[in-house]
Nanobody, 115 residues
């Protein structure tokens, strides 16, 4: 079993920054991909950014240049540094771990950006 615990959400003004963290524990394989997804009210969940064990990253076009995903493999923790936040970034952000075709999700953390 795998557990993902997120932290770091909150309320911030437009143009501000937040840093999300997600710590994984349990039966974690050596090779995996960790990611952040988000879901705004009335919208589908979407991929924000992902990072492999080897450090390969992928970003949604809407966050390129503003968000940075990183990970500490020793701590099995993934981070999302969010800068220049916009009201449209408001959503529940979910941590995701993919290994051997199995997906695991965190409980979600609310990010609210006021205009």
């Amino acid at each position: 079993q795998v557990q993902l615990v997120e932290s770091g959400g909150g309320l911030v003004q437009a143009g501000g920054s937040l840093r999300l963290s997600c710590a994984a524990s349990g039966s974690i394989f050596r090779f995996n991909t960790m990611a952040w997804y988000r879901q705004a009210p009335g919208k589908e969940r979407e991929l924000v950014a992902s990072i492999s064990t080897g450090g390969r990253t992928n970003y949604a076009d809407s966050v390129k240049g503003r968000f940075t995903i990183s990970r500490d493999n020793a701590k099995i923790t993934v981070y999302l540094q969010m800068n220049s936040l916009k009201p449209e970034d408001t959503a529940v952000y979910y941590c995701n771990l993919l290994q051997s075709a199995n997906q695991y999700w965190g409980q979600g953390t609310q990010v609210t950006v006021s205009s």
